[in-house]
Nanobody, 111 residues
Framework: QVQLVESGGGLVQAGGSLRLSCVAS????????MAWFRQAPGKERENVAQ??????IYADSVKGRFTISRDNAKKTVYLQMNSLKPEDTAVYYC??????WGQGTQVTVSS
């Protein structure tokens, strides 16, 4: 099994930045997909960004503002979030290969 531990959430003013981290343990492979999702109250969980062995994909709502990256040696995936907006407020979840989830970390962006 794979375990995912997230960190880096917090409260930030609009226009500010946060960097989320997700450390994986267990049987993982550098070629497998890792992703970030988010869920706001009353909303469906949204796929924000994903990184595969050959590229990155972003939701239109975050494109140009968020960057997903990974450090395979550390089994860690990051989400750098810049130019944050109140609409980005949500619980952010790390996902490994579509099968495993982190516990979530709260991101709150104030106006």
């Amino acid at each position: 099994q794979v375990q995912l531990v997230e960190s880096g959430g917090g409260l930030v003013q609009a226009g500010g930045s946060l960097r989320l981290s997700c450390v994986a343990s267990g049987r993982t492979f550098s070629t497998d997909t890792m992703a970030w999702f988010r869920q706001a109250p009353g909303k469906e969980r949204e796929n924000v960004a994903q990184i595969t062995w050959n590229g990155r994909i972003y939701a239109d709502s975050v494109k140009g503002r968020f960057t997903i990256s990974r450090d395979n040696a550390k089994k860690t995936v990051y989400l750098q979030m810049n130019s944050l907006k109140p609409e980005d407020t949500a619980v952010y979840y790390c996902n490994y290969n579509g099968a495993y989830w982190g516990q979530g970390t709260q991101v709150t962006v104030s106006s």
